[in-house]
């Protein structure tokens, strides 16, 4: 047995479903995020970048490509964090595409109903990232917004990957499937993760056993139908669709 649950813990902000149908703003910070974990990935007001947080540091990726340091009063639509602690370790190469990172890594998930958090260290021979644009009110859906997101192709890069896995039946209070950002080893630009070529690097995987939701008590989050037909597919086109 897991001796403490709560040691392999993940705490989330939101959920993939609000923020897929346009809650882009929130009554949580950054500052209150940071004492939840010092890995994860999530996004800003209005939509703003995408957020990594890797070794204890939380970058902003704006649109324009620029990382920069987040500020602790900064409001948070939707994220998720853990204290990264992992215990499966791999070697990985020559990993074509997205699709086989997903099947090589799920080999090595021991339990597949529960969700995992995933660094991968590494040199890719191509990325393909996208950073998403600020909105105004009335703020778009994802999958609209996602339309015209920027996109960054990096060349024969150094870098981190940090995300996360969840199993399916979490579909719409998390990505089912891979949720992946990267952030290049000079930390000076990133984003989110839509296809890739790895020629080496190491994986590190954390199994998470206990799952904290806060939910927003805003007046967007409360009025916006969480139970919309739609919302499956939204999130999976605004999100990329990953195994």
């Known amino acids: 047995a897991i001796k403490n649950p709560e040691l392999n813990s993940v705490f989330q902000l ?34 703003n970048g995408e957020m990594v947080a890797i070794d204890g540091n939380f970058y902003q990726i704006e649109s324009s490509g620029k990382l920069k340091s987040i500020d602790a009063n900064q409001i948070v639509p939707f ?31 021991p339990n597949k109903n529960i969700a995992y958090a995933i660094r991968i260290d590494g040199t890719f021979k191509a990325l393909k990232l996208r950073s998403l644009r600020k909105q105004k009110k009335p703020y778009p ?11 960054f192709d990096l060349e024969n890069i150094k870098g981190s990957i940090v995300g996360f896995w969840f199993p399916q039946y979490w579909a719409g209070i998390a990505v089912p499937g891979y949720h992946l950002h990267f952030v290049t080893q000079d930390r000076t630009t990133g984003g989110h993760v839509l296809e890739l070529n790895l020629t080496q690097g190491q994986v590190d995987i954390e199994p998470l056993y206990h799952v904290e939701v806060h939910l927003p008590s805003t007046k967007s989050f409360a009025q916006v139908n969480l139970s919309a037909k739609e919302l499956h597919s939204s ?6 669709g990953t195994q």
């Not at 897929?20 to 800003?44: E, K, P, R």
């Not at 998720?80 to 998930?109: A, D, M, W």
């Not at 859906?141 to 996109?151: C, D, F, G, H, R």
Request: glycine letters at 10%; hydrophobic letters at 40%.
């Open 79 to 109: 994220a998720e964090v853990t204290f990264f602690r992992p215990s499966l370790h791999q070697n990985l190469t020559n990993i074509f595409n997205f699709e086989e990172l997903g099947t090589k890594l799920s080999h090595i998930f």
């Open 141 to 151: 859906p994802l999958a609209k917004a996602s339309e015209e997101q920027a996109i």
């Open 14 to 47: 939101a959920t993939i479903g609000s923020l897929a149908l346009g809650v882009y703003d929130g009554d949580y910070d950054y500052g209150s995020l940071m004492q939840h974990g010092n890995f994860g990935v999530g996004t800003f007001l209005d939509l």
């Open 235 to 240: 999130i999976k086109k605004a999100e990329g």
